[in-house]
């Protein structure tokens, strides 16, 4: 039995409706008539249709993080966010500038530069003095240059740098979740053959079996989201850490 964590948020989420798919605007005017149909034909010779983006998408590694067993969500609130947020600022000058550092070294070196860099170039600062708005996602680039945000902005800063400088883009997470002093917060989950590693802008750089600080509700990757929730009865251990969190 999995207890879930966060029901409210976790409900908003998965009542979100997905969007729908839109049908071809184009349609045949003028059908071709019967004996005008000429099928298409293969031959054995013709040399298989190349490529250059995989049909399939690696999927990501489930982020059973910080004592949690996390939960396929299917569609939720956070996924365009995360989309738009990811696929830009891949030739932006500064996130450049700042993965060059990084792009030679191992998998912890780039999670400890890229850490470094942004905790220097990025100040905290609340949406509502940097947009105007209570909540919303920056891009790398505009977080660089403004040199400020909020949690979410900070750990999208490092996801795209870090991607940058080579680091495989489904092995990177933003995770949406409580801290226990400093209430709602978000950090980066980057995913190694070390295990999992939380970027937190203010803990830093800590492995995710060692945070004791952080509980996540929701976590999105490349392609997938996931809820999480902590396991009680047929494991003692972890039904051990349930109740001890829940005591907190």
């Known amino acids: 039995m999995i207890r879930a964590i966060g029901v409210a948020v976790v409900g908003a989420s998965l009542a979100t409706a997905a969007p729908a798919f839109a049908t071809s605007a184009e349609t045949a005017a003028n059908p071709s008539k019967p004996d005008a149909y000429r099928p298409l034909i293969l031959k054995r010779s013709t040399a298989p249709i190349s490529s250059n983006r995989s049909l399939i998408l690696a999927r990501p590694a489930s982020p059973d993080v910080f004592g949690t067993v996390a939960v396929n969500a299917g569609v939720t609130i956070y996924d365009a966010r995360f989309r738009r947020v990811a696929q830009t600022d891949a030739r932006d000058p500064l996130v450049l500038r700042l993965a060059a550092g990084a792009a030679n070294l191992d998998p912890i070196g780039k999670l400890r530069m890229v850490q470094q860099e942004i905790s220097q170039a990025v100040h905290w600062s609340h949406d509502l003095d940097n947009m105007g708005v209570a ?6 680039g505009e977080t660089l240059r403004r040199g400020s945000g909020d ?10 740098v870090l991607k940058a400088a080579g680091f495989d883009p489904k092995d990177l997470y933003i995770s949406v979740g409580r801290h226990s002093s400093r209430g709602a917060h978000i950090v980066l989950l980057a995913r190694t053959a070390s295990g999992f590693f939380a970027l937190d802008d203010k803990d830093g750089m800590v492995p995710a079996a060692q945070n004791t600080r952080f509980t996540p509700i929701m976590t999105i990757g490349q392609g997938m989201s996931w809820v999480h929730g902590r396991r009680v009865g047929g494991n ?13």
Do not use: G, H, V
């Open 151 to 160: 949690a979410e902005d900070i750990a999208i800063a490092k996801m795209q």
């Open 135 to 140: 909540d919303f996602w920056a891009n790398a």
């Open 236 to 248: 003692p251990r972890l039904a051990s850490a349930a109740t001890k969190n829940r005591a907190k």
